[in-house]
C-alpha cells in the first residue's frame, strides 16, 4: 500500500483533486470535475453548493479507482475566497452561494465603507482598505435587505471550504484567513467591523489555523471517503497555493493562472499599500496578495466572441506576434478588483486599426492580462517592502507555453513553472499532512515536497514592446476611470 494525502480545490468552475504520494511527492492521480456558474441577473454569479460537493465524490470516485492501492493519511480542502454561503443549522444551504465575481452588493457595500473613517481604517486593517462588494459583511447585508426569510433563516456564513469541510467531519470552523477583513492580526474577529452589520458576528465559525484539524471523515459522509480520515481546517485558494507552489521565504512570489490571475508575495514585514490585502503573519511571514477579476475569463470570453475554441484563440496568438500591432487591452470585463477595486471598469481595445485582423486581438488578450498580474505584482512588491526575486507559476494558464513567454517578458523576470500545475491541490494536501501529525510544519513540507518542471526567460526583443505597452495600459486606465463612471450612471441595472 501507498500511503498519500489528499488534496481538493473548490474552484470557480470546477473541484481539482490530487492524491499526492508520501514517499516521493509524486501525484498519484489528478481528477477535475466543473460544475455551472449561475447567471440569473445582471451582476449575479452564484453556486449550486450542492454541486461542490457532487464534484468532490466524482473526483474520489475515479481517484479511488485509478489507485486502488492507496492508503489515505490525510484530507485539506482549499477553496475560491470571498464566495459566501448561508446555511441553516443543519448546514443546509438556505440560498445558493453568492461567488466573488458577483457585484449585486456594490450599493451596500459603499454604504458600509462610508461609515469607516480614516482612523478607524488604520485601527482595523492597520492601513488602507476598502469594503466593496465580495465582503462577507456586504453580502450579507444585501440578504437581510432582499431575502428577509433567507436571513432569518441562517445560522452560518460560510466558505466553501467550510461547507466542504463541515459536510466531511461535522465539524463548523474556518481559518484566520479566509474571512477577509474580518480577522485582525491577533487572529480574532475584528469586533469594529462586525458591529458595521449587527449580529453578524453571530454568523461567523470559530477559528482555527488553517493547518488545523477540523475533525475526522465521519460515517456516511456525503463524498465516498474512507472513515476515520483526519481533515484540515484549510483555507483559501490563495493560501493553498502559496504552500502549493512552495513560497515560504521573504522575497519568493507566486502567480495562479486560474479564471482570475491570483498573485502573491511574501515578506517579514508589511508596507501599508492601497489595492494589496496584507494579511496577519503567520509564523513571522506576511503574505500580500490579491485577485485580478480576469485572468482565464478573459479568454474564455474572447472565444466565445471570436465563435472559435480557446485553444485557437491562443493559436492566432501566436501567429499575431510576427507582425504585432500597437493594441492595448484592459481585460476588466466584470469590473476590476486588485490592485484598483473598481466595479465599474470595462474591457477596452486601444489602437484598432483598419488593418488590424482577428489575430492582433487574440494576441492583445493575452498579453492584456499578463498587464494586469505585472501591475498587481508590483503592487504587491510595494505592500512587501522588497523586490521579488523569483515568480513561481501554476493554474490552468501556465499549461501555455506563448502565455509563460508573454508573462515572462512582460515582468522582465524570470518564470518557474510549477511540476503539478494544481498548487491549491498540493498546498490543500500538505495542510492536511500537518493536521494528521505526518509533517512537522508546512514550511518544510513545501520546501521539500514542491518541484519546478521549467523556467521560462523573458525575451528581449519583445521586453522593450511590451514595456511601452504596459505603460498605455497604466495610462489608458486613469485616462478612462471618468468615462467608466459616466457608462456605469446611465447602465439599467446593477453593475456587471
Not at 136 to 157: D, K, M
Not at 411 to 431: F, H, N, T, W
Request: with cysteine; charged share 20%; glycine share 10%.
Amino acid at each position: 500500500m501507498i500511503d498519500a494525502v489528499l488534496g481538493f480545490d473548490v474552484g470557480t468552475t470546477a473541484v481539482k483533486a490530487g492524491l499526492i504520494s508520501l514517499d516521493d511527492n509524486q501525484p498519484l492521480g489528478m481528477a477535475r470535475r466543473a460544475y455551472p456558474t449561475l447567471r440569473r441577473e445582471q451582476g449575479w454569479v452564484e453556486h449550486d453548493p450542492t454541486s461542490w460537493i457532487a464534484a468532490m465524490a466524482e473526483c474520489w470516485d475515479q481517484l479511488s479507482r485509478e489507485s486502488s492501492q492507496v492508503r489515505l493519511r490525510a484530507v485539506g480542502v482549499c477553496s475560491q475566497v470571498n464566495t459566501h454561503l448561508l446555511v441553516d443549522a443543519e448546514l443546509s444551504p438556505v440560498r445558493d452561494a453568492i461567488v466573488w465575481q458577483d457585484v449585486r452588493a456594490a450599493g451596500e457595500a459603499a454604504e458600509l465603507d462610508a461609515r469607516v473613517s480614516d482612523a478607524q481604517r488604520v485601527a482595523f486593517w492597520r492601513g488602507p482598505f476598502t469594503i466593496d462588494a465580495s465582503f462577507a459583511l456586504s453580502r450579507l447585508e444585501w440578504i437581510r435587505r432582499h431575502e428577509p426569510t433567507a436571513a432569518a433563516a441562517g445560522r452560518w456564513l460560510l466558505a466553501p471550504k467550510d461547507y466542504c469541510v463541515a459536510a466531511l467531519c461535522g465539524a463548523v470552523v474556518t481559518d484566520t484567513m479566509s474571512p477577509i477583513g474580518l480577522v485582525g492580526v491577533d487572529h480574532r474577529y475584528i469586533s469594529g467591523v462586525t458591529d458595521l452589520v449587527d449580529g453578524s458576528a453571530e454568523l461567523l465559525p470559530p477559528i482555527l489555523p488553517f493547518d488545523g484539524l477540523a475533525g475526522y471523515v465521519r460515517l456516511g459522509n456525503p463524498v465516498g471517503l474512507p472513515v476515520g480520515v483526519p481533515v484540515a481546517v484549510g483555507s483559501m485558494d490563495a493560501w493553498g497555493s502559496v504552500y502549493g507552489s512552495g513560497v515560504v521565504s521573504p522575497g519568493q512570489a507566486m502567480e495562479v493562472a486560474g479564471t482570475s490571475e491570483i498573485v502573491g508575495v511574501v515578506s517579514d514585514r508589511a508596507v501599508p499599500t492601497p489595492g494589496v490585502i496584507s494579511f496577519p503573519p503567520v509564523r513571522g511571514i506576511y503574505l500580500h496578495a490579491g485577485p485580478t477579476q480576469a485572468g482565464g475569463d478573459a479568454l474564455q470570453w474572447a472565444a466565445r466572441c471570436f465563435g472559435i475554441a480557446v485553444e485557437d484563440v491562443v493559436a492566432l496568438a501566436a501567429e499575431a506576434r510576427a507582425m504585432a500591432q500597437a493594441i492595448v487591452f484592459l481585460p476588466h470585463l466584470s469590473g476590476e478588483r486588485a490592485p484598483i477595486w473598481n466595479p465599474d471598469a470595462r474591457g477596452v481595445f486601444l489602437g484598432v486599426s483598419a488593418s488590424t485582423e482577428l489575430k492582433h486581438l487574440a494576441l492583445a488578450v493575452l498579453e492584456g492580462v499578463a498587464f494586469s498580474a505585472r501591475q498587481l505584482i508590483e503592487a504587491c512588491e510595494s505592500a512587501s517592502g522588497t523586490r521579488v526575486r523569483e515568480v513561481r507559476l501554476s493554474g490552468g494558464g501556465a499549461q501555455s507555453e506563448l502565455w509563460n513567454r508573454i508573462k515572462a517578458s512582460t515582468q522582465g523576470r524570470s518564470l518557474k513553472v510549477l511540476r503539478i500545475l494544481d498548487s491549491g491541490v498540493v498546498g490543500a494536501a500538505l495542510m492536511g499532512a500537518v493536521a494528521a501529525g505526518l509533517e512537522p510544519n508546512l514550511e518544510d513540507a513545501a520546501t521539500r515536497r514542491v518541484a519546478i518542471s521549467a523556467e521560462v526567460e523573458p525575451e528581449s526583443g519583445e521586453s522593450s514592446r511590451l514595456e511601452h505597452l504596459y505603460g498605455i495600459y497604466r495610462e489608458s486606465y486613469q485616462s478612462l476611470v471618468g468615462v467608466f463612471g459616466k457608462l456605469q450612471s446611465r447602465s439599467e441595472g446593477p453593475s456587471v
